[in-house]
């Protein structure tokens, strides 16, 4: 079992609905982050969390520390927001890398 | 332009060759990651660097070596390519040890032939 699991793989929506991944992990975490892969190849980092929610803009990421479990929501969604979504923890001590979850393919249809 | 540069952005090269990717990490910041993005094994750590001392290591193969210099920068040498290294190659800086924010540069594609 992969310490970090994203569900789902893959999903489509119609532009304008709202979006949640969700990330379960089986370890102790120091931080959650929250990255975003386009077509070309970057990553840029959404979120990093420790605890409750954080927004920005028409994203919301939360995290359940107890439940070892994160979400991110996309409200209003839109074809720009067409990527794969990471989820990646830290763990505490130790190693200071990420362990990444597989990714969610999201297409946003117009 | 996330501050964290790497180069070169695409690499073609042959079977047993060896290659160079480069790594700037964003001002201030001391600590390198260098991670790899294969279609089958998805994102997975190689090596971490703090203020020019090896940190950490994950899945690197004895091929692959790394350094960071004086001025920060770290090289990540692959040698004796085989066909299924070709992948994404990530780095990524952090301030400081201890802290768990990460900046990402924008990976170099590299394809053996």
């Known amino acids: 079992k992969n310490e970090v699991e994203q569900s789902p793989q893959n999903l489509t929506a119609q532009e304008g609905e709202f979006i949640t991944i969700n990330c379960s992990y089986s370890v102790g975490i120091s931080a959650l982050h929250w990255l975003q892969q386009h077509p070309g190849g970057g990553i840029v980092s959404l979120f990093m969390l420790s605890s409750g929610k954080k927004k920005h803009g028409r994203l919301i990421a939360t995290i359940n520390i107890q439940e070892k479990h994160s979400s991110l929501h996309i409200t209003a969604s839109h074809p720009r927001d067409s990527a794969v979504y990471i989820c990646a923890v830290r763990s505490w001590g130790g190693d200071e890398k990420l362990t990444f979850g597989t990714g969610t393919r999201l297409t946003i249809i117009p | 332009d996330s501050g964290v540069t790497q180069t070169p952005k695409h690499l073609i090269t042959a079977t047993g060759q060896r290659v160079t990717l480069r790594c700037s990490p964003r001002?201030?910041?001391?600590?390198v990651y260098w991670y790899q993005q294969s279609l089958d094994q998805g994102l997975q750590f190689l090596i971490q660097y703090y203020n020019g001392e090896e940190r950490a290591k994950g899945n690197i193969l004895e091929r692959f070596s790394a350094q960071q210099f004086p001025d920060l920068h770290s090289e990540l040498n692959l040698s004796s390519l085989e066909l299924g290294d070709s992948a994404l190659y990530f780095c990524?800086?952090?301030?400081?040890?201890?802290?768990?924010?990460?900046?990402f540069g924008s990976g170099t594609r590299l394809t053996v032939v």
């Open positions: 001002s201030g910041d001391l600590s």
């Open positions: 990524a800086s952090s301030v400081a040890l201890g802290y768990p924010g990460y900046t």
